[in-house]
């Protein structure tokens, strides 16, 4: 898991303090620190699978709790 931005999602941010896991295996577990409400881009560094659609666009949604409550219902 690799840190990106919007403009250039396949390649590595060049943003101070950007993740990157390097390559491991299916079980390993990456935890990244949520520090504010902007989206966060990541992609899978291993060859051509960013190209292949392994790629992520994270952003927050505030809910309130009645429109939490309409999911659940």
Do not use: W
């Amino acid at each position: 898991m690799t840190q990106s931005s919007a403009a250039s999602i396949c390649n590595a941010s060049q943003e101070a303090g950007a993740f990157k896991s390097g390559m491991q295996n299916a079980t390993f577990e990456f935890p990244v620190k949520v520090k504010d409400e902007k989206p966060v881009f990541y992609y899978c560094a291993v060859k051509m699978h960013c190209q292949m659609g392994m790629f992520v666009r994270r952003s927050l949604v505030q809910l309130s709790l009645s429109s939490l409550k309409a999911l659940v219902d």
